[in-house]
């Protein structure tokens, strides 16, 4: 079954699209009818000729010129056609359909979304009579609160903040400007998040860090307090249903730039560097440090008050259970360097055949 096209129904002919990418890219130039229209994009096994594909690789570049039917304009990378190596038939080929030659086809697809993308709803500034604000909170008059959020003492709104349907904002929280908040964030009492922020459905900053300890009778457990809070730097993404949790003292803190995927868990006192990517299902036991750059593939994890250097990268499902240098791909359950790794599964490998 193929995908839904996303447009927003005004078309663009194709060379008119090229023109715009090339002032953004450098370098697009078209082959085909310039005059063709898309209206979105699709994948190449689309239905709707009105939009335009991103092709990577020279074998779907072969199956989209093969169809019919199907989106009738394409991004394409010089290497790619290069790849193609039919460069004299191509012209007949592309008679009814055209592409778009750039270097690099996945920028090329960021811009492409960028100008194809229908129009952001627009926010009035204003709090809607249906939520409560605290008198002592401060709202800049340039920011949107929506429906039924609930801003508490002290706590402040910058300029051009969006709160959407639902959010709470705690005592003494801060929230940057041109932050938005989607429906359902909590940003609890006294964490702050920087400008340019954007947080996605039931994320929750500030809940308490997971902290026991046996009592001393036996009996139980003691709950170890929480006093510290969360700071988000600015340009954070943060995806739905992901937890930060509050420091036990101190900060649990996320550098610029840092882009953090749905469901994932950030435990207390973790401090996390600039632009690091964490990818679904992550999880941070308490302490841990992240270098500026890291990566962390799906699923990965990473015990308590461990360091992972600057620049690493974590293959997804891996167990981290020791410092990783940094610069270094680990991969595994432990996590060991990735050439290790391999070597070990290829040991394993020729053990099963022997037996």
Do not use: M, Q, W
């Given at each position: 079954m193929s995908a839904t096209p996303q447009a927003n129904?005004?078309?663009?002919?194709?060379?008119?699209l090229a023109a715009l990418l090339s002032q953004r890219l450098g370098s697009a130039r078209v082959m085909g009818p310039e005059t063709t229209e898309v209206r979105g994009l699709s994948n190449w096994d689309g239905s709707d000729r009105a939009t335009l594909t991103f092709v990577r690789s020279a074998s779907y570049a072969r199956k989209w010129l093969?169809?019919?039917?199907?989106?009738?304009?394409?991004?394409?990378?010089?290497?790619?056609?290069?790849?193609?190596?039919?460069?004299?038939?191509l012209p007949s080929r592309l008679r009814d359909r055209a592409m778009i030659v750039v270097p690099d086809a996945d920028l090329?697809?960021?811009?492409?979304?960028?100008?194809?993308a229908p129009p952001a709803p627009s926010r009035a500034p204003g709090v809607h009579a249906s939520s409560v604000v605290d008198p002592s909170a401060q709202i800049d008059p340039g920011a949107h609160v929506g429906p039924h959020c609930v801003?508490?003492?002290?706590?402040?709104?910058?300029?051009?903040?969006?709160?959407?349907?639902?959010?709470?904002?705690?005592?003494?929280?801060?929230?940057?400007a041109g932050t938005t908040l989607h429906p359902g964030?909590?940003?609890?009492?006294?964490?702050?998040?920087?400008?340019?922020?954007v947080l996605h459905s039931g994320?929750?900053?500030?809940?308490?860090?997971?902290?026991?300890?046996?009592?001393?009778?036996?009996?139980?457990?003691?709950?170890?307090?929480?006093?510290?809070?969360?700071?988000?730097?600015?340009?954070?993404?943060?995806?739905?249903?992901?937890?930060?949790?509050?420091?036990?003292?101190?900060?649990?803190t996320i550098g610029d730039g840092t882009k953090i995927d749905n469901l994932v868990q950030i435990a207390h006192n973790c401090t996390i560097g600039r632009c690091c990517i964490l990818c679904g299902q992550v999880g941070l036991a308490g302490s841990v440090t992240l270098g500026d750059?890291?990566?962390?593939g799906a699923k990965s994890g990473v015990t308590d008050n461990l360091s992972v250097g600057a620049g690493a990268q974590i293959g997804a499902g891996s167990g981290v259970i020791n410092d990783v240098p940094a610069k270094e791909t680990w991969l595994g359950t432990p996590a060991r360097p990735a050439k290790e790794t391999l070597r070990m599964m290829s040991e394993l490998r020729k053990m099963g055949r022997k037996g």
């Open positions: 129904g005004s078309a663009r002919a194709v060379g008119a093969e169809r019919d039917a199907g989106p009738h304009a394409a991004l394409i990378a010089d290497a790619t056609l290069t790849e193609l190596g039919d460069a004299e038939s090329a697809l960021i811009e492409a979304l960028r100008l194809l801003v508490e003492a002290r706590a402040v709104i910058g300029p051009g903040a969006v709160l959407l349907a639902g959010c709470f904002v705690g005592v003494e929280a801060r929230i940057g964030v909590r940003v609890l009492e006294r964490c702050v998040v920087g400008r340019a922020c994320a929750v900053l500030g809940a308490d860090g997971f902290g026991y300890r046996p009592r001393p009778d036996g009996r139980g457990l003691i709950k170890v307090p929480h006093i510290g809070n969360v700071v988000i730097g600015d340009d954070v993404e943060i995806g739905a249903n992901t937890c930060v949790d509050r420091a036990k003292f101190g900060s649990t750059g890291v990566v962390l």
